[in-house]
């Protein structure tokens, strides 16, 4: 992709999620023309750049145009404005998107797959994804009846420390589809943040997981077990952690999240708690937080808590999970058990439903936005290519092995987990259509879901040339770089 004399010139509203470091000014290259622009590193969000001129201008440039050095500095930085983490700090990543910021990788695996160079056993029952930053792999799980946090180290899968993230007897919420976390950690300036599937919300130290504060989403808050339990990740934001307790006293809070003190409620929002995780959105000139409810899609204002708006999604039906997707002043959403998927238009004084049919129908894999289209497993069976525009159907695949999973998106190709077969296998982010490159099965099944119905469930992620796979207490790191 070129970076457009015309996109280095045009204004962009702020997209930052916190302040200007000057640790964060380079000069940029575009890696076909050589042109150079010097500037502050603002956020980086969807595949662009924001960056800041000295003459206090904001303007946007393509990631993928950028020199190899520039991409590789964007990468270790994440998201400029949550608190300069770079890595993989929470669920889906710094902007919430699930794609991976790697370049290079291999665009073919061998016929076993590609190497496989560690494998842990600590981290317990659970279905948490990775959170990676500085060299540490942070999971929750449970052990012994105790939720954790559990660190490990990115290079030998060593464990590094574990912290108490709560009683964990999985009565009420387990349902026979197994217990332990479900949401991934967050990590933003030397903290971690945690919740457990009971609802206690917990920070720690990053570097050896000292216990700093903790809230209970029930006791404190008045929330409600959900029930298959608090499934969230929490979303850091500047100053704030912003979490989903549920309840009539107002469903999102936003905490000091040094402290854990409230700074407000969205008292006008009284939905319980589902599954789904806050996205950060902009729109009618507002910075605002995104959630997903069973029957409604909501923004609230950023800094007070204020509703701003809804979408009702009637179609709504026993859970709804998969994390919305904000792009172009656009919300996707989507949700399984026949419900459907719809594109709202949030740009204006009023939330517009642009289109809404029941192509995707996702249960919780997730779904990644690339170039336009969108790519996630339907109930309707198999992987699917959407147009995210026009919410057309433009391709499926389907057959063993291809069913139903997860997904994540990483240098032009999809990474997708089969959550029967727990097979593993990569194919071209294309609206061509459907070409795999490469697959393999996990060398171990773990025993704990034994007696369960629960499957491999948890989201891959590719950071650093690494593929993080996850079934239980089994943590698996591939080689993809090669």
Not at 140 to 163: M, Q
Not at 214 to 237: I, M, Q, R, T
Not at 372 to 396: A, M
Request: aromatic share 8%; proline share 3%.
């Amino acid at each position: 992709m070129k970076i457009k004399s015309a996109l280095l010139l045009a204004l962009t509203a702020i997209l930052a999620l916190g302040g200007i470091h000057s640790a964060l000014a380079r000069t940029w290259t575009d890696a076909k023309t050589g042109r150079t622009l010097s500037g502050d590193l603002v956020s980086v969000k969807e595949g662009k750049v924001s960056v800041k001129r000295a003459n206090g201008k904001v303007i946007q440039l393509e990631l993928e145009a950028l020199s190899k050095e520039d991409q590789d500095f964007v990468a270790k930085q994440g998201n400029a404005g949550g608190g300069g983490e770079g890595g993989w700090p929470s669920f889906r990543g710094a902007s919430r998107s699930d794609r991976s910021p790697d370049q290079g990788l291999l665009k073919k695996w061998p016929e076993n797959g590609p190497k496989l160079l560690w494998q842990s056993e600590v981290c317990g029952k659970g279905y948490s994804g990775p959170a990676i930053v500085d060299g540490k792999v942070y999971y929750t799980g449970t052990i012994d009846g105790k939720a954790k946090i559990i660190c490990l180290n990115s290079e030998d899968g060593k464990e590094v420390w574990s912290s108490d993230l709560g009683d964990d007897p999985a009565d009420g919420y387990s349902t026979g589809w197994g217990s332990g976390p479900r949401g991934t950690p967050t990590v933003s300036d030397g903290m971690v943040y945690a919740i457990s599937a009971n609802g206690s919300l917990t920070a720690v130290a990053a570097a050896d997981g000292k216990r700093l504060w903790s809230k209970e989403f029930v006791k404190d808050y008045g929330g409600k077990v959900s029930k298959w339990g608090y499934s969230e990740s929490p979303l850091a934001d500047g100053d704030k952690l912003i979490v989903t307790p549920g309840g009539k006293d107002g469903a999102i809070v936003a905490l000091d999240k040094k402290t854990g003190k409230t700074i407000w409620r969205s008292k006008e929002l009284t939905d319980g708690s589902e599954y789904s995780s806050v996205i950060i959105a902009e729109g009618n000139g507002k910075k605002q937080y995104v959630q997903l409810f069973m029957k409604t899609l909501a923004g609230v204002d950023a800094e007070t808590g204020k509703l701003l708006w809804t979408s009702k999604w009637p179609k709504g039906r026993t859970a709804v999970i998969p994390t919305p997707i904000y792009h172009d002043g656009k919300v996707y959403m989507t949700s399984g058990y026949g419900a459907g998927c719809k594109l709202v238009d949030i740009s204006g004084a009023e939330a517009k439903d642009i289109w809404q049919n029941k192509e995707m129908q996702n249960h919780h894999g997730g779904v990644v936005l690339v170039d336009g289209y969108l790519y996630g497993f339907s109930d309707k069976g198999g992987l699917l290519c959407q147009d995210f525009k026009t919410g057309e159907k433009v391709w499926v695949e389907r057959g063993q092995g291809i069913g139903k999973g997860a997904v994540h998106y990483a240098d032009g190709l999809l990474y997708c987990v089969d959550e029967s077969e727990g097979s593993v296998f990569i194919a071209e982010a294309t609206s061509k259509g459907f070409s795999e490159k490469g697959r393999f099965s996990l060398p171990k099944e773990t025993k704990l879901r034994e007696g369960t119905r629960g499957k491999v469930w948890t989201h891959p992620v590719v950071l650093d040339g690494k593929l993080y796979l996850r079934d239980q207490d089994l943590v698996f790191c591939y080689d993809v770089k090669g």
